[in-house]
């Protein structure tokens, strides 16, 4: 495994010139010289890195699952974050590579969103596709950027620097954004997947042992992030995952309420509540009706 630490260290182990800038670099695939002779090697950047392929040949692990490139050009790794490759040899590679280090955002409103765009996570695990159009788009973006940092540095260059990759990593959201909507397949196993555990959990004795279930618990089970599986399910549903819990407790609850004769403090202890109170203003606050109310107005 290869640790890169600075954007200087990229340039030397692949035959480029000195970087122009120590923190922020944007690579030409077709000016790399020196090829990297394994058929497989590993990496950790401690920079940041997104790349547009063009003709890659070979597969990409990024953590523990593979990339997919099938479709995609474009791809997103965070600082410290583990990536490997098994290579055929890549004659026809093109596209580039832009590299900028952490502390290039420091103090600027980019360092602050950074964790907005979940396309870095490890969760993300196919390239983004892009038209033809949309690849001109990011292309001009970059040139921009490079066009920047290469000219004489002065007081504004690091804000135009960082709003220009803002603006590049804006349409990036936006792309993938159009992607989940695109993956119907994938997106109805996510949200059967998503039902199921909820099922389980509903029906099994953790609700009483461990609670109302965790957003956690469900991304874990999904083996996705937290952020990552709310994004998705608001872009598919326009509910995030803490309502599809709670609509699914409601659910529940309505069940117990109007075919039991449990009373409300015995069904909050199955809901997962250590206190009826508590139940109760949930009940309301997603309902209008206090829990007697709703029997009532049921019988």
């Excluded at 340039?11 to 020196?34: T, Y």
Aim: net charge negative; aromatic share 14%; charged share 20%.
């Amino acid at each position: 495994m290869k640790k890169i630490r600075t954007i200087s260290q990229y340039h030397k182990l692949r035959g480029l010139s000195s970087p122009s800038h120590p923190l922020i670099s944007v690579i030409d695939f077709a000016e790399l010289c020196n090829p990297i002779n394994q058929d497989s090697f590993s990496f950790v950047f401690d920079l940041y890195a997104i790349a547009l392929k063009r003709g890659f040949i070979g597969k990409m692990k990024y953590g523990q699952q593979e990339y997919d490139f099938d479709e995609g050009v474009l791809s997103f790794i965070a600082p410290g974050q583990v990536f490997s490759f098994d290579i055929n040899q890549n004659d026809k590679l093109s596209g580039f590579l832009i590299l900028f280090h952490p502390d290039f955002l420091w103090n600027t409103s980019l360092s602050k969103t950074m964790k907005d765009y979940e396309y870095f996570n490890y969760s993300v695990n196919e390239a983004l596709f892009l038209s033809e159009k949309e690849e001109c788009l990011l292309h001009s973006i970059k040139n921009c950027i490079q066009q920047e940092y290469s000219s004489n540095i002065d007081d504004f260059s690091q804000d135009l620097i960082i709003s220009q990759l803002e603006s590049f990593l804006i349409y990036a959201d936006r792309y993938y954004n159009r992607q989940f909507l695109t993956r119907k397949k994938g997106s109805h196993i996510i949200l059967n997947e998503v039902e199921e555990i909820l099922n389980s959990y509903l029906d099994g004795n953790e609700m009483v042992e461990n609670g109302i279930p965790k957003v956690k618990y469900i991304s874990d089970a999904l083996n996705v992030s937290p952020n990552y599986l709310s994004r998705l399910l608001k872009t598919l549903t326009g509910k995030t995952t803490q309502q599809h819990i709670h609509d699914k407790l409601i659910s529940e609850a309505k069940m117990k309420l109007s075919t039991t004769n449990l009373s409300v403090g015995e069904i909050a202890v199955e809901m997962g509540f250590e206190h009826s109170q508590s139940f109760n203003k949930f009940f309301k606050s997603k309902t209008q009706f206090t829990p007697i109310e709703f029997r009532q107005s049921f019988n």
